[in-house]
């Protein structure tokens, strides 16, 4: 079969390499996929770079966290699943970028009847962090506000449109002016375009002089240091990435460190996931199925290339321009 692997960490159009190697056999309590369509999410990416923590790679390392497929072959101890079966394939260690799978059986979902393969190779990742930050870490209530950061992101955008059905208020930043409208229509309250002015002050005028009490970020940096500040003196703010990657400074202005109650949580669904009992795991995937169909928590379909474009792929996936998620299609020419 193909796969994508690499063998050293660094900029994944460097580093990535589609090979062919032996189609492997699931283990007793596993089970192989034929993989339809994966995509390429930023934590794949930071990964083939050696910045995602919690999954070490072994090389030469697969990669792809999640995906939909069809079941092709089962273990011998697994019941419950069936060959020719559609799934959401969620795969811990990686390796969905690649023709076929291998992943415990309990770590598979069935895919939902109705949706198209484009929305359940994005089942999990970006809805489920969506879910998990706005209603159950943060439980934002309704009619507050909730700032966000990188707002045009796939992510950014689900969370526009929880918050306006939940009932609460948006914040998003931007750094193009052009998006302001567009996000606006789907729902955004309040943009802000970073080069009108600190971020902070920004929110101020904008929303409450007293700040907002929930925000979250994957950027940091600067940005990061400004939402900090644009917090209620009872504010709570998760950081789930770190685009920048570069430092945020929290006590660099007394006025925030020496007053108040501000907190600043990390969040990173790998922690989350397994952490939840079976009843709200069960919720949650049917509050993603739920939302998938009302389009609230829908991934935008972007272009699609065959393993042999990887490079191009992993390109176009951080193309400031680009429209929709980028999807693999392995079984494509």
Do not use: C
Not at 52 to 62: K, L, N, Q, S
Not at 233 to 238: A, I, K, R, V, Y
Request: zero cysteines.
């Amino acid at each position: 079969m193909k796969g994508v692997v690499f063998d050293r960490h660094g900029e994944p159009k460097d580093v990535l390499a589609v090979t062919d190697r032996p189609t492997p056999e699931p283990g007793a309590t596993e089970v192989r996929v034929r993989v339809i369509a994966t995509p390429v999410n930023p934590s794949d990416l930071l990964y083939v770079r050696g910045h995602y923590a919690g999954v070490e790679a072994r090389f030469p390392a697969p990669v792809g966290f999640e995906g939909v497929g069809v079941i092709d072959a089962l273990g011998p101890q697994v019941e419950g699943w069936e060959p020719g079966q559609r799934v959401v394939v969620v795969n811990g260690q990686g390796g969905n970028w690649a023709e076929y799978a291998v992943v415990p059986a309990h770590d598979l979902l069935p895919a939902p009847e109705g949706l198209p393969d484009e929305q359940v190779a994005s089942f999990m990742i970006n809805p489920a962090s969506a879910l998990l930050m706005v209603r159950h870490v943060l439980a934002v209530p309704r009619g507050e506000w909730l700032l966000q950061s990188a707002a045009t992101s796939e992510l950014g955008r689900m969370v526009i449109r929880l918050a306006k059905r939940d009932g609460i208020r948006t914040v998003n930043i931007v750094r193009r002016r052009e998006a302001v409208t567009e996000l606006e229509r789907l729902g955004a309250d309040v943009v802000l375009v970073t080069d009108d002015g600190p971020i902070d002050e920004q929110v101020r005028r904008a929303v409450d002089p007293e700040g907002v009490k929930y925000a979250i970020d994957p950027v940091i940096g600067d940005t990061g240091t400004q939402m900090f500040k644009a917090l209620h003196e009872d504010g709570l703010m998760l950081l789930y990435g770190s685009l920048t990657r570069r430092p945020m400074l929290v006590g660099d202005d007394p006025r925030y460190i020496l007053a108040g109650r501000r907190r600043l949580e990390v969040y990173w669904l790998g922690y989350w996931l397994p952490r939840l009992d079976r009843e709200m795991r069960e919720t949650l995937v049917q509050d993603i199925v739920e939302l998938m169909r009302e389009g609230i928590l829908e991934t935008s379909a972007g272009t699609k290339f065959p393993l042999d474009q990887i490079r191009a792929a992993v390109t176009q996936s951080e193309t400031k321009s680009r429209q929709g998620k980028v999807l693999l299609i392995p079984g494509s020419e």
